[in-house]
């Protein structure tokens, strides 16, 4: 069985040791033009041209669990995609949200900027029940962020393209009921797939649906949210604050209008990491059951691109 691996990060000194030695009946080499046929492929934002050269492939896997990067190309006809289903990325994604709705919700930032100049201050605690969470995306991120943030006895808001049912979340689906989501919440928070649909799913229109003094949070992927119009709404008052961790360009370019903003904190796509040992112990465990001919979770439906 031949396995090859290529990442537009150039990690492959890392994953292509790992990959051989959870897979030691499999040859597993990093990608070049002109390799020979392999079984599978293990990549990471990969070429054309590895696309078009790996005619004979049973299976591609994505290391992460956005496939947006994979999923415009043109790939092989009838070959699965199989993404992440999680490799410890969910539990960081509940840590990092929970971190920013908490620290917008109790000001910490207010009490940073006052300690830091010698101001001794107090600010009156806030009613749970007027920051309700809304989770755009109930996936296996958005289930995990949702329960977290349900442990805190936030009131948690869920929308997904189709009906999902979960404990102590107020659960919204489909188009037409987006705006209703979007009215019954406050924190926004996108962990949704990207795709030609929800792209600039983040603009104007739907965010001005948020509850006054609306916060948003992105940890999906830059395209979901219009800069111009976050801006616009930051300025007028209409929302209070934003976390981002994603951005249309990374790195985020020198001069936009995000560094420095009063109202926005960053951090460098690093919300939720591609833990390696999980991840390929998932990979290897995927072919294993493909080689015997059973079924596998993380199935991209390509109609939908997720």
Known sequence: ????????????????????????????????????????????????????????????????AGVDALVQL???????????????????????????????????????????????SFRKPRPRADFPVGILGLGVLGERVARALAHFEF???????????????QCFAGANSLDAFLAASRVLVCLLPLTPDTRDIMNQAHLSRLRPGGYVINVARGAHLVDEDLLGLLDSGH????????FRTEPLPAGHPFWGHPKITLTPHTSARTLRSESIAQIAGKIAALERGEPVAGLVDLQRGY
């Open 74 to 120: 043109k790939l092989p006809a009838g070959v699965p995609v199989v993404r992440l289903d999680d490799a410890g990325m969910s539990v960081q994604m509940a840590e990092y949200v929970c971190h920013a709705v908490i620290r917008h919700y109790r000001e910490f930032a207010g009490y940073e900027a006052d300690m830091a100049s010698g101001k001794w």
């Open 1 to 64: 069985m031949q396995v090859l691996y290529y990442s537009a990060d150039g990690d492959s000194a890392a994953w292509i040791p790992g990959l051989q030695a959870a897979l030691p009946q499999a040859q597993v080499s990093l990608w070049e033009p002109g390799a020979a046929q392999a079984d599978y492929a293990v990549v990471w934002k990969p070429s054309q041209q590895l696309l078009d050269e790996q005619s004979g492939l049973k299976a591609i896997f994505n290391t992460g």
């Open 155 to 169: 009131p948690v808001n869920g929308w997904s393209r189709s009906a999902k049912a979960l404990d102590g979340v």
């Open 239 to 246: 929302l209070s604050g934003a976390t981002l961790d994603v």
